[in-house]
């Protein structure tokens, strides 16, 4: 990408403590800069920044995949795979790379599953591209890319615009000559207008790849995430290979170059620029990357990988030190282990993270939250003054009305108070998805035990209310119920869940909490607790 001077609305977005659009002026949203990072410690997630000067990866963690990041000036900005969640491409703001802010949801509309993105800035605009598999109205499903736009990262942005091409990971580049283009996966190209909202022709094979040695251990060829920006002569193609999903040691990046945005392209002679050798190492399929200059004149690189045993949380985001060579080629340098601290980059600590716990208080879900996309009416859904309300619908756990939020530690506890009228069950689960979970729920007055996907034990209640607790320990998990929220009782049977996770199951997800509610009626949900437990 390009780097322009910064917009006025975005000079203005610096200087504010906590920006949040969309969603984010909703039920549990922090009220300030300070609040926000009070209670995102007192629920003691995992944050990178070691206050030292030094930072330990992930700088995310949980599952935000593919992340693309955009410099604009001294402030940072990035997204990442949302799948089918609706609000998703929540975008982020920092000053350091290392510390992160929400800002809000870009994309407030279901368009279908959303895969990875491309944010950048050009001309005065700030530009989301990405893909979607999409239902058209005959009910068939096609994939296909599209563009949001909007003049300051916070929003509001525009609605989605179908570019009608194919292909995933679309990466936008932009030459001297102002002229734009748009690379997708399999080394393909198309040429955009000067607006960047069309296409002009049809895509053309640009690059073919780096030859894989056929001794790896890979899933696949797999060519994909393009992400380009220029130093000097050289425009630098950088693509993921060998397979996201598959073993350990199978994805990478790679790197190319040309003095045209459409090629030809040399391998870098290095190749790869970053991959995981061993199954002995603390992040394994090491991906999907984003090169960028950071404010302070050194490079950066950007990108996922699953944590060795804990696949479960899906793929963070983790950053490297990136140094160029005297022949112009980026390269890791010596010592730099991703499993290890490693110094910051310059810039001030914006703050990092948000709060997953929630009160419910306001009048919208908070950003924590993740519907079932358009399964869901604005009507299924309503908070405050203290409570969630959730209009029951289907018959079990793959058909309800359901919210999900994301787990960022080893261990932790979940825990939410429950109310289910009759007819109605509510109740609190780990859920990779309707097949695969397990957890706790309200039934007819009785609490109900779920251990893989199917109901264990059932013990009666006094009335259909209750507090529920979900207890992970590094994949063991424990069950507990109380009438009070202060004496618990421990269920029988609990449940080992390590492999649930979409390598196993080989669909796109990851281990989420869950808050759900089956049958009729409306099921009430208040104080939803989340604490880190390492």
């Keep these: 990408m390009f780097h322009h001077a910064r917009s006025t609305s975005v000079l203005r977005l610096a200087a504010a403590g906590l920006v949040l659009a969309g969603a984010a002026a909703s039920a549990g949203a922090p009220r300030s800069l300070d609040d926000r990072a009070a209670r995102v410690k007192a629920e003691a997630q995992p944050v990178a920044d070691r206050g030292d000067g030094t930072y330990l990866n992930p700088i995310l963690p949980g599952d ?10 001294s402030d940072y900005y990035m997204t990442n795979t949302p799948g089918t969640a609706v609000p998703g491409l929540l975008v982020w703001h920092s000053r350091d790379l290392v510390n992160w802010r929400p800002l809000g949801p870009a994309l407030t509309k279901p368009v279908g599953d959303v895969w990875a ?92 790849g780096w030859p894989i040695p056929a001794e790896w251990n890979i899933e696949c060829m797999c060519l994909e995430s393009p992400k380009l920006f220029r130093r000097g002569r050289f425009y630098y193609l950088v693509s993921a290979q060998g397979g996201t999903a598959g073993p350990s040691t199978s994805h990478m990046i790679v790197v ?17 620029l970053l991959r995981t ?66 110094r910051k980059p310059a810039g001030e600590n914006a703050g990092h993270g948000f709060p ?14 993740r519907s079932r996309g358009a399964k869901e009416s604005a009507e299924t859904y309503r908070t405050g003054p203290d409570a969630l309300r959730i209009r029951a619908r289907g018959t079990s756990v793959a058909d309800a009305a359901m919210l999900t939020v994301m787990a960022l530690n080893h261990s932790y506890e979940a825990q939410i108070e ?23 729920a309200i039934k007819d007055g009785r609490v109900v035990s ?24 590094e994949h063991d998990v424990e069950l507990f119920f109380s009438p009070d929220g ?45 604490r880190g437990l390492e």
């Design 486 to 530: 202060g004496s618990w009782t421990k269920l029988e049977g609990g449940l080992e869940m390590s492999g649930y996770h979409h390598e196993t199951f080989r669909t796109w997800g990851t281990l989420k909490i869950a808050l759900f509610a089956a049958g009729e009626g409306t099921a009430v949900f208040r104080n939803f607790r989340y």
């Design 117 to 208: 993105p491309d944010i950048g800035f050009w001309n005065g605009e700030f530009f989301i591209y990405f893909p979607a598999l999409v239902a058209d109205p005959g009910g068939r499903s096609r994939r296909t890319n599209f563009v949001i736009t909007a003049k300051d990262p916070a929003g509001p942005w525009s609605d989605p615009i179908d570019l009608r091409v194919g292909g995933i990971d679309p990466g936008h580049i932009a030459d001297t000559a102002g002229n734009r283009y748009l690379y997708l996966s399999d080394g393909m190209m198309v040429r955009l207008s000067p607006d960047g909202r069309k296409t002009e022709g049809e895509p053309v094979k640009m690059y073919e």
């Design 64 to 73: 935000y995949p593919d992340p693309s990041v955009v410099r604009v000036g």
């Design 277 to 342: 050798r061993s199954r002995a190492e603390r992040w394994w399929s090491q991906g999907h990357g984003t090169i960028l200059e950071a404010a302070d004149g050194t490079w950066r690189v950007m990108y996922h990988a699953y944590e060795n045993g804990f696949r479960t949380l899906g793929r963070s985001t983790l950053l490297l030190p990136v140094e160029w060579t005297p022949d112009g080629w980026p390269r890791i340098p010596a010592g730099a282990d991703p499993g290890k601290p490693l």
């Design 450 to 473: 779920y251990l893989r996907g199917g109901p264990w034990q059932n013990v009666p209640l006094a009335s259909g209310r209750a507090f529920l607790k979900i207890r992970n320990t």
């Design 256 to 272: 190319a170059r040309s003095e045209s945005p459409s090629g030809p392209w040399t391998n870098m002679p290095s190749n790869p």
């Design 356 to 369: 997953l716990s929630d009160a419910f208080a306001g009048p919208g879900l908070g950003l924590q939250w």
């Design 418 to 440: 429950a109310e289910a009228p009759a007819g109605a069950e509510a109740g609190l689960l780990l859920l990779y998805d309707g097949q695969y979970f397990g957890g706790l």
